[in-house]
């Protein structure tokens, strides 16, 4: 990246320490520990020390790159340590999840409800024939059996593969052949937007092209609003079949680096990749930045927004939380049903205190306007985090004013499927945040950012964004395809891990993440970050969300195409597009002014919330478009694609 582009980003000075009185109370506050987190073996083995092994480890690490062995020779069980381990004490009576249903019913599991259920629903698996090494495909909405149903496969040894729950029948058949898995549990149907959304009969349809699932668990949920239908032999009720099994189960011992599960991700630049996570390295990885980065307490009540089809909800609904013993919310529907202030309903509800949600969301919120939070009560709130994408600076500030009342420490956390846990994150009793960085990669963490030929670039330049050693949490490989692994991962640089992200590192040496690599675009020989371009749309008082791409242009090689979708109660204009273009003219400088402005009610998104570029890149350029299985809504890009071609001519 030139440096042209650097001074181009955008000027953000604001900068947010700690209050005294945050950092007084902090998990961690002596800035010695990223000193301490060099000695990876002693950093990693120290901290493993504090969990319960059927045996110990041999080594902390064997690194044989691109492969990585963490704390070879030990055994344990993950739930063991994020159940069995709480019994003995107050946690046992403790509420591990508050689950809230969309249409309002509840139920709370403490860690001894937790226990139970999982122990019921792996004897219920065994009675089925599953046994350590197979594959279970979960695909079911927000519901309690969902955590139980994973805990259940980690505790006899089978690896889980969970599919988000807004997958449609081709995905889910993809993801199940690919992992060759002979179960799946689903519900009759989850509730969504108060509708009911047909999981059993995605399921039905995906299975005809799975031959190697023999058996179905079927969680009830929606009753007779799915008007679901069993198929005799195949197909199980979860409630009939769990109800009646023992209320114990040994935990399988597993090795350091069995398979504890594989997750697709979501798929914005490509054909899903299985992304291969073991248990004792993802067990530390998770349970320590949990502690750390949301500065969890034992009295904290914490909700992370996430689906657990996806690596958030993995690492931070589900095994982050639990391994500390903590209190987590889930809940099951949409923000805005039945109105748009149904999150900041939660939040007064249940006392939340650590609430984690993603930018996506955050500038959703925005364009609804701030009545809907200003009408609760969101004072128990000590904690605010972001994941996902790169959170605009405008944003950010709204999070902080409107959602945080300036009170909350704002961690944005840089991490990825593939990464299993948190790498890039303020420390919050530490670190000085601002708008729209991730600031310092954690303790133990070793990124750095690199030009073409990788090596370092100094600070106030931008590059690549990579990691210099393994981490504990880190995929272990592609399931079923190493080769993959080594090319996507481990072959733009030699032993170093590409993790696809542009970057740039600001004089202070904190990261500002710049979106995917390939959204930079080349304009005029300038290379210019899409992010660059969006955050100053954002900055727009009109502006909702914008999503830039690079259009083929005839002179400069790229030109700009906006895609704009203002807040509520600004009309679309010419004059609005001139304005548009520019404000970001002033922003960033002539160069960035974008071509072609467009507006748009929605912007194609990833089921996960990602805006899809690559779909916008074939509007743009008037291609077919590519594979569109994994947005969220189908018709969002049509209706794009046939206003961007009435316009264009
Ligand atoms: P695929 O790899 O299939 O295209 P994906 O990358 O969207 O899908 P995830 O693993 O869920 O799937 O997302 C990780 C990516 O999300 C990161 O590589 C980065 O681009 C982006 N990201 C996540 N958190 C942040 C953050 N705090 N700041 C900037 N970017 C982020
Ligand atoms: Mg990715």
């Not at 299985?274 to 307490?297: C, N, P, Q, S």
């Not at 650590?354 to 364009?367: D, G, H, N, V």
């Not at 542009?502 to 290379?527: A, I």
């Amino acid at each position: 990246m030139s440096d042209e582009t650097i001074a181009n980003l955008l000027n953000e000075e604001r900068t947010f320490p700690p209050s005294d009185a945050f950092r007084a109370q902090a998990n961690v506050s002596d800035p010695d520990i990223y000193e301490q987190g060099r000695d990876l073996e002693k950093f990693w083995g120290d901290y493993a020390e504090g969990f319960e092994w059927f045996r110990k480890w041999d080594t902390v690490l064997e690194w044989d790159p691109p492969f990585a062995k963490w704390f070879q020779g030990g055994q344990l069980n993950i739930t063991v340590n994020c159940i069995d381990r709480h019994l003995n004490g107050p946690r046992r009576n403790k509420a591990a999840f508050i689950w809230e249903g969309e249409p309002g019913d509840q139920r709370v599991l403490t860690f001894a409800d937790l226990h139970r259920e999982v122990c019921q629903a792996a004897n219920a698996l065994k009675s089925l024939g599953v046994k350590k090494g197979d594959r279970v495909t979960i695909y079911l909405g927000m519901v309690p059996e969902l955590p139980i149903a994973m805990l259940a496969c980690a505790r006899i040894g089978a690896a889980h593969s969970v599919i988000f729950g807004g997958f449609s029948p081709d995905a889910i058949a993809e993801r199940v052949q690919d992992s060759e898995s002979n179960l799946v549990i689903t519900a009759d149907g989850g509730w969504r937007k108060g509708g009911v959304v047909p999981l059993k009969a995605n399921t039905d349809e995906a299975l005809r092209s799975c031959p190697t699932v023999k058996n179905v668990i079927v969680v009830q949920r929606v009753g007779s609003a799915a008007n679901c239908k069993m198929k005799d032999g195949r197909d199980h009720w979860w409630q009939d079949l769990v109800r009646d099994q023992p209320r114990t189960c040994p935990p399988e011992p597993m090795d350091s680096e069995d398979l504890l599960y594989i997750l697709y991700t979501s798929g914005t630049t490509g054909k899903p990749k299985g992304i291969a996570h073991t248990t004792a390295g993802y067990l530390m990885g998770t349970a320590r930045t949990f502690e750390w980065v949301f500065d969890a307490k034992e009295d904290d009540v914490y909700w992370c927004t996430a689906d657990i089809g996806w690596v958030t909800g993995h690492s931070y609904i589900v095994y982050g939380p639990l391994a500390n013993g903590a209190t987590g919310v889930m809940y099951e529907g949409a923000p805005d049903h039945p109105r748009r202030d149904r999150f900041w309903d939660i939040v007064e509800k249940y006392r939340v205190s650590l609430f984690y949600t993603a930018p996506t969301a955050i500038r959703t919120f925005m364009r609804w306007g701030d009545s809907f939070p200003n009408g609760r009560d969101l004072s128990s709130l000590r904690l605010l985090g972001s994941v996902g994408e790169p959170i605009n600076p405008e944003a950010w500030m709204w999070y902080h004013q409107v959602i945080g009342k300036e009170r909350c420490p704002i961690v944005d956390t840089w991490w990825q499927t593939e990464t299993g846990a948190i790498m890039i994150a303020p420390l919050p009793g530490l670190t000085v945040a601002k708008p729209g960085s991730a600031t310092r990669p954690l303790p133990g963490v070793d990124a750095d950012v690199v030009d073409q030929d990788g090596n370092s670039v100094p600070l106030g330049s931008g590059g690549f964004l990579v990691l210099r050693q393994p981490w504990p949490s880190m995929l272990r490989t592609i399931y079923g395809d190493p080769q993959r692994y080594r090319d996507v991962y481990w072959s733009r640089f030699e032993n170093l891990y590409f993790a696809g992200d542009g970057c740039k590192r600001d004089t202070d040496g904190d990261y500002w993440l710049l979106g995917r690599v390939d959204d930079v675009m080349l304009v005029s020989g300038h290379n210019i970050s899409t992010m660059e371009v969006e955050s100053a749309l954002v900055d727009h008082p009109a502006v909702a969300e914008a999503a830039v791409v690079g259009k083929a242009h005839e002179i400069k090689g790229q030109g700009v195409a906006a895609f704009v979708t203002l807040r509520s109660g600004h009309a679309l204009s010419h004059d609005m597009r001139e304005e548009l273009r520019e404000h970001v003219a002033r922003k960033i400088g002539a160069i960035a002014r974008p071509d072609e402005v467009y507006f748009s009610a929605e912007l194609p998104k990833t089921r996960s919330g990602k805006i899809m570029r690559r779909l916008l890149r074939d509007i743009a350029d008037g291609r077919a478009l590519g594979d569109t299985t994994t947005l969220a809504d189908p018709n969002v890009v049509k209706k794009l694609r046939d206003q961007y071609e009435s316009t264009e001519g």
